[in-house]
């Protein structure tokens, strides 16, 4: 079960919501990772706005109340459906005019060391596409006016808000490099130049008033009026090698998303710079046929990790080695599902699938675990990294977002004057030169972030998606497994303890929750089993079928709130 964390403001909104929500006759279903987005993207519907108005408002907030996870620096994949159509907004970050492919080699033609050299400062700043995605996508889609729609980050960023134990935790951890950075640590430190702790008031009037140029203005203005011009000195003075032509430039990519058969529904998710859509797709379609015909194991087993955790590790390697952006990917997403490499994939998968199972029938004996001794302890601390949202009203009109800037508080840069961070996502391009991500001017480096959505006879029954680097689509398979093939709630689903495969360093991460006898035979299976928390911050509004009742999931693991309310005709 989710648990919310709100603060008393925040309950009193809430509940004023509920004690007026039987004269709206609104319908919808909400989950974002903040309280405070959830409230604007409420706020937005009471107004009469639809779900992508919503959407549009809360990521303003978002920006506000999380800006170590994303905003008006970064850049992000939006994918909606409306009136039986199905949109796809690519406006992901950017390489500007001096990108090259060894940008990030040293001297002696050596990567620099990811972190934190490689993800701090200027060099690995790309275009950011937040702002103008989120305008085209209005404009296409939305109901209510452009200014209407920022009014409550603006609001929330001039009063401020309560700094989480999250928002702790992830200052805490970046604040070495971010107290490189005067205009960062000005806005997120203290008197006594530590971090702002839990409990302390975050307010951002810059950013408040750079919202405001943007309320006002619209979009155009910060990539080419005079917010452009003066967000741009001041990054250029930060040694931030993005100039106004590269921001005229800027185009948000209108593409087509991937779209696919599985559990008898029809799901539609992220195409290429997405390195993770064709592996929610894939491994969720070599699931379906595995179990076609067999007896669905317990959701806690060996048996069902390690046929999870090999599909996952064998797309891994090709996403890797082939998806990067379109202008050089190396295998087109669509053309491969369905096809004889898809069949032969799934051969494969289900020898070493077998070969892991074999290993743990034959195992001589099941020996009692110690986990401090036969299961290493470890953890991920990308949990805020990137964020998603997910909104359907009572149209059917839904919509899953993900957006970021990479790193927590991306770059570490925030921009003077405007009170904004940019993003550092040219480091998701490949170091090494000649890699079809390797960075080039104009172009998009690789991104795990991967909107979900499924429908049952043209009617959406699922949007979802998930923050957490490599881990994204791990979360969302295991929560569409969890939920479709396993009958679990929403809540149930998104809660459920996690497991990773990690194909960088050949290790299967997996959190606490599952049997000893789960781990044991895991390590029988030739897994080097890690326990600790996996991570990831997912948000699904989900539904059995076209005729069930909406179930708003928020992730238990963060600072998230989710609302689901039904039609009052």
């Known amino acids: 079960m989710a648990t919310l964390k709100l603060s ?53 907030a978002l920006n506000v109340s999380q800006p170590h996870s994303m905003g008006i620096g970064g850049g992000g994949f939006y994918l909606a459906s409306k009136d039986g159509k199905v949109f796809f907004w690519d406006h992901r970050e950017t390489a500007p005019s001096s990108a090259h492919e060894k940008m990030f080699l040293d001297e002696k033609g050596e990567p620099i060391p990811y972190e934190p050299e490689r993800i701090t400062g200027p060099n690995p700043v790309g275009i950011p596409g937040t702002v103008l995605g989120l305008h085209e996508a209005h404009q296409k889609l939305g109901k209510l006016a452009w200014k209407t729609l920022l009014e409550p980050a603006i609001r929330i960023a001039k009063n401020g808000i309560p700094i989480s134990e999250n928002f702790e935790e992830a200052l805490k951890e970046e604040w070495e490099r971010l107290s490189l950075f005067p205009t960062t640590s000005a806005i997120f430190g203290d008197r006594e130049g530590s971090y702002l702790k839990a409990g302390r008031v975050l307010r951002q009037p810059l950013l408040a008033n750079t919202l405001e140029q943007i309320q006002q203005k619209g979009a155009k203005d ?181 957006t970021t800037i990479e790193a927590w508080f991306g770059s570490g840069l925030a921009v003077t004057g405007h009170g904004f961070l940019l993003n550092n996502e040219l480091s998701d391009f490949n170091a090494e030169p000649g890699h079809p991500n390797s960075a080039a001017p104009g172009k998009r480096p690789r991104s795990n972030m991967s909107p979900t959505l499924l429908f049952e006879n043209q009617k959406p029954v699922a949007a979802l998606g998930c923050a957490g680097g490599p881990r994204i689509p791990t979360v969302i398979v295991e929560l569409l497994e969890n939920y479709y093939l396993h009958r679990m709630t929403a809540r149930e689903a998104i809660a459920f303890p996690r497991f990773h495969y990690s194909i960088n360093d050949d290790k299967l991460y997996i959190e606490k929750g599952f049997p000893t006898s789960t781990l044991q035979q895991l390590k029988d299976a030739g897994y080097n089993v890690v326990m600790g928390q996996v991570g990831g911050v997912a948000q699904a509004v989900m539904r059995r079928s076209s005729k069930n009742k909406w179930e708003a999931a928020a992730e238990p693991r963060w600072d998230a709130m989710a609302v689901s309310w039904e039609p009052i005709r």
């Open 8 to 60: 008393s403001n925040a309950l009193l909104n809430f509940f004023y919501f509920i004690l007026f929500m039987p004269q709206l006759a609104l319908g919808f279903s909400v989950a974002t990772p903040s309280p405070w987005s959830t409230e604007a993207a409420i706020e937005v519907l009471r107004k009469g706005g639809n779900a992508t108005d919503a959407m549009v408002a809360a990521s303003f």
């Open 222 to 402: 910060f990539y080419q009026g005079n917010l452009a011009k003066s967000w741009t000195n001041e990054a250029q003075q930060l040694g931030v090698k993005i100039n106004l032509d590269d921001l005229k430039a800027y185009k948000v990519q209108k593409r087509k998303p991937i779209e696919f058969k599985v559990f008898g529904l029809t799901g539609y998710t992220a195409p290429p710079p997405s390195a993770s859509g064709i592996m929610v797709a894939a491994v969720l379609r070599y699931l379906e046929q595995h179990y076609r015909g067999r007896e669905l194991p317990s959701p806690d087993s060996a048996s069902r990790v390690a046929v999870t955790a090999e599909a996952m590790r064998y797309f891994q390697k090709v996403r890797n080695e082939n998806i990067a952006d379109p202008t050089t990917n190396r295998l087109d997403p669509q053309k491969f599902l369905n096809s004889p490499e898809e069949k032969k994939a799934w051969a494969e998968i289900h020898r070493n699938v077998r070969k892991r199972l074999d290993q743990i029938e034959t195992a001589v004996t099941l020996r009692n675990l110690d986990a401090g001794s036969t299961v290493s302890q470890g953890s991920f601390t990308e949990n805020g990294h990137t964020a998603h949202l997910s909104i359907v009203d009572d149209s059917g009109h839904a919509v899953a977002y993900t």
